[in-house]
């Protein structure tokens, strides 16, 4: 039974190609430079680098050690389209990360918010209690006020 290892046209799964320095799951390749000499044609490992804070990441893992042989035109295009597929999965898995962060965010910011309007109804309650302890007071004390007013009133009539 051979591997994908052995198979020049096979792909890794997904969950068995390494991990780069950044994180993400590395991109299958086949050197095409004539440099390093014997090493054109064989198959490695590079990561992908889509973080987007612009730093190069140079992981790079080879799986051959020597070239397997030339392929034809339409195993080639085949590899590229299964390439592309692996990119594609490669961004749909970070689009999920992202996303599954963003709602995380979300939540926490709706907490918050829930939190700030909780104390501005708090703020609000104790501002009204104060003005109405300060109104009390004065109120009783102006009734009185006119009250003395209208008896003093009513004796020197």
Known sequence: MSTWRDDPN??????ERPKCHCGFRTWLQVWTDQLPQGKKGC???KCPDIDDDFKACTFMQWIDTRPLGRVSLKEEQERRVRQQQIRLKGKEDELKRRRAE??????ALKIQEEQFQAREAQ???EADEQKNRYKEPA???TT?????KGKFLRFTQ
């Open 10 to 15: 096979a792909i890794p799964p997904w969950n």
């Open 43 to 45: 198959r490695f490992f």
């Open 102 to 107: 963003l709602g995380q965010r979300e939540a």
């Open 123 to 125: 703020f609000k309650r």
């Open 139 to 141: 109120q009783s004390s």
């Open 144 to 148: 009185d006020e006119r009250n003395k």
